[in-house]
Structures are given as structure tokens and as C-alpha cells.
Antibody, heavy 119, light 111 residues
Framework: QVQLVQSGAEVKKPGASVKVSCETS????????LHWVRQAPGQGLEWLGR????????NYAQKFQGRVTMTRDTSISTAYMELSRLRSDDTAVYYC????????????WGQGTLVTVSS | EIVLAQSPDTLSLSPGERATLSCRAS???????LAWYQQKPGQAPRLLIY???SRATGIPDRFSGSGSGTDFTLTISRLEPEDFAVYYC????????????FGPGTKVDIK
């Protein structure tokens, strides 16, 4: 079955960077976009961007342009999201999502990675 | 950028009742580009509906989606205890660049 397994929780200081991984299995990694979505405590969902594992092309939300980098390693079916210049309001659960019945939705989700930014 | 508004913020209902959730877009959205998700506390969201009205794999038929243009609806015909959760609509827009946006969510809680 489709599985997206994310790396563990992180605690970072303001100004630092964080890199979250999303290891996939159960499907052909290069067949589907891989998205990153975050959720601040008690808040709604916010899309950061997506990567096309087939070729590595990316689309980032304008808000995160210049601060987010999405990469992938097709040899191990794993995607990465790096967010730099962290601020306290970047504290959130970060999700990866992929494998959708159509390209305009997010079908399968990882378990989430809590990133806490605190001095 | 297209903004999604959801109403009501909270819907208090009893098991067995019908739930009707609204999602309104600031500009017309292609029906193919509208999806609904369910999220329970401490869990990742789950895709319920894509293309405005198609149920995702494994989603019970008590969940249905409808609508077009700027007004979309998620209906739960008879609420089961496991349906009490937060529901988000989401749209995709490709112009001027690809972007996915979510509504603020509707919480369905037990009356």
C-alpha cells in the first residue's frame, strides 16, 4: 500500500534551517507530484509547494519563494523540504502528500513532522 | 489569488443528522479543481472528494460533493460518530502559476 513516512520532530532556533524528509513506498515515485503542506498549531492548512519527482521541477507558493527548497532522490524514493531563515511563526506540523486520483488534489499524506522554532 | 471561504465555522449536529458544508470561492473555480478533506485531531488530512463530486477510494457513499463556479457543497447524509471532524475545501489554480489553496475549515462537532 502507499506509504509516506516522514522524519522526526525538530527544534530549531530562529534564523536556522530545517530539512524534512518524506520516504515513499508502494507506488512509482516518479509518477506523482509530491506536495508539502503545513499546519500551525490550531490553524488551517497551508500549501508550501510541490516537486515533480520526474525531472525535479518545482512550484513554490509565492509566500515561501526564496526560503523553501524542495528536492528528491529517486534512487531511494524520498523527497525533501528545506525551509531556511526560520521564524517563530514557522512552528507547525509539516506534511508531505502525493498519489492523487487527479493532479489537482492531494491523495495520500505522510504522518506529519512537527517543527518548533524557539530561542 | 483565489480565496476560499467556508461556512459555517462550526456545525453542531447529532449522529444520524444530515450535514451540509459550504465552500465559496472569490472567483470561479473549475469543478475539476475543487477537493474536500477530513481531518481528525492529531491526524493528517484525508482526501474525501476530488473534482468537486468524485469520492476518493474507500470513502463511504454518505459523503457527496456538488457545486460549480464559486459555490460548492459537501454533504454528509447521515452522520456517523467517526464523522465528527474538521473539513477543508481546497482549490487548484494554474494561472499565473500553479497554486493550491485551502479554505479555513468547518468543524463538525457533536451536539
Amino acid at each position: 500500500q502507499v506509504q509516506l513516512v516522514q522524519s522526526g520532530a525538530e527544534v530549531k532556533k530562529p534564523g536556522a534551517s530545517v530539512k524534512v524528509s518524506c520516504e515513499t513506498s508502494g507506488y512509482t515515485f516518479t509518477d506523482y507530484y509530491l506536495h508539502w503542506v503545513r499546519q500551525a498549531p490550531g490553524q488551517g492548512l497551508e500549501w508550501l509547494g510541490r516537486i515533480n519527482p520526474n525531472g525535479g521541477g518545482t512550484n513554490y507558493a509565492q509566500k515561501f519563494q526564496g526560503r523553501v527548497t524542495m528536492t528528491r532522490d529517486t534512487s531511494i524514493s524520498t523527497a525533501y523540504m528545506e525551509l531556511s531563515r526560520l521564524r517563530s511563526d514557522d512552528t507547525a506540523v509539516y506534511y508531505c502528500a502525493s498519489v492523487s486520483p487527479i493532479v489537482t488534489s492531494l491523495g495520500s499524506w505522510g504522518q506529519g513532522t512537527l517543527v518548533t522554532v524557539s530561542s | 489569488e483565489i480565496v476560499l471561504a467556508q461556512s459555517p465555522d462550526t456545525l453542531s449536529l447529532s449522529p444520524g443528522e444530515r450535514a451540509t458544508l459550504s465552500c465559496r470561492a472569490s472567483q470561479s473555480v473549475s469543478s475539476s479543481y475543487l477537493a474536500w478533506y477530513q481531518q481528525k485531531p492529531g491526524q493528517a488530512p484525508r482526501l474525501l472528494i476530488y473534482g468537486a463530486s468524485s469520492r476518493a477510494t474507500g470513502i463511504p457513499d454518505r459523503f457527496s460533493g456538488s457545486g460549480s463556479g464559486t459555490d460548492f457543497t459537501l454533504t454528509i447524509s447521515r452522520l456517523e460518530p467517526e464523522d465528527f471532524a474538521v473539513y477543508y475545501c481546497q482549490q487548484y489554480n494554474s494561472s499565473p502559476w500553479p497554486i493550491f489553496t485551502f479554505g479555513p475549515g468547518t468543524k463538525v462537532d457533536i451536539k
